[in-house]
């Protein structure tokens, strides 16, 4: 069994910086697609960022330039620095997991494990 569990949401105001974290406990190997998707009220889950099992890094365009996705100890800990915050970055943050390859377009469909999210507020 996996559990993922998100930290470092809060409410910012625009153009400050948060850092999420996303700590995974339990079996965590075979995971080759990591991300931080976003679900704001009324609006369908979007990716935000992605890492795959080779390393390679990608953003949504909304993100891209501002947000940072790292990781730490083997994967385990995955990271996403968010910058230059405005209203519209406003949501619940959530990581996930899979044992499948990263595949774009990148939808929720596929992740096998996800944590329960962490509130981000962006105010103007």
């Known amino acids: 069994q996996t559990q993922l569990e998100e930290s470092g949401g809060g409410s910012v105001e625009a153009g400050e910086s948060l850092r999420l974290s996303c700590v995974a406990s339990g079996y965590t190997y075979s995971m080759y697609c990591r991300a931080w998707f976003r679900q704001a009220p009324g609006k369908e889950r979007e990716w935000v960022a992605y890492i795959d099992g080779d390393g390679k890094i990608n953003y949504a365009a909304s993100v891209k330039d501002r947000f940072v996705l790292s990781k730490r100890n083997g994967g385990t800990t995955l990271y996403l620095q968010m910058n230059a915050l405005n209203p519209d970055d406003s949501a619940m943050y959530y990581c996930?997991?899979?044992?499948?390859?990263?595949?774009?377009?990148?939808?929720?469909?596929?992740?096998?494990?996800w944590g329960q999210g962490t509130q981000v507020t962006v105010s103007s």
């Open positions: 996930a997991f899979s044992h499948r390859y990263c595949e774009e377009p990148i939808t929720s469909v596929g992740f096998n494990y």
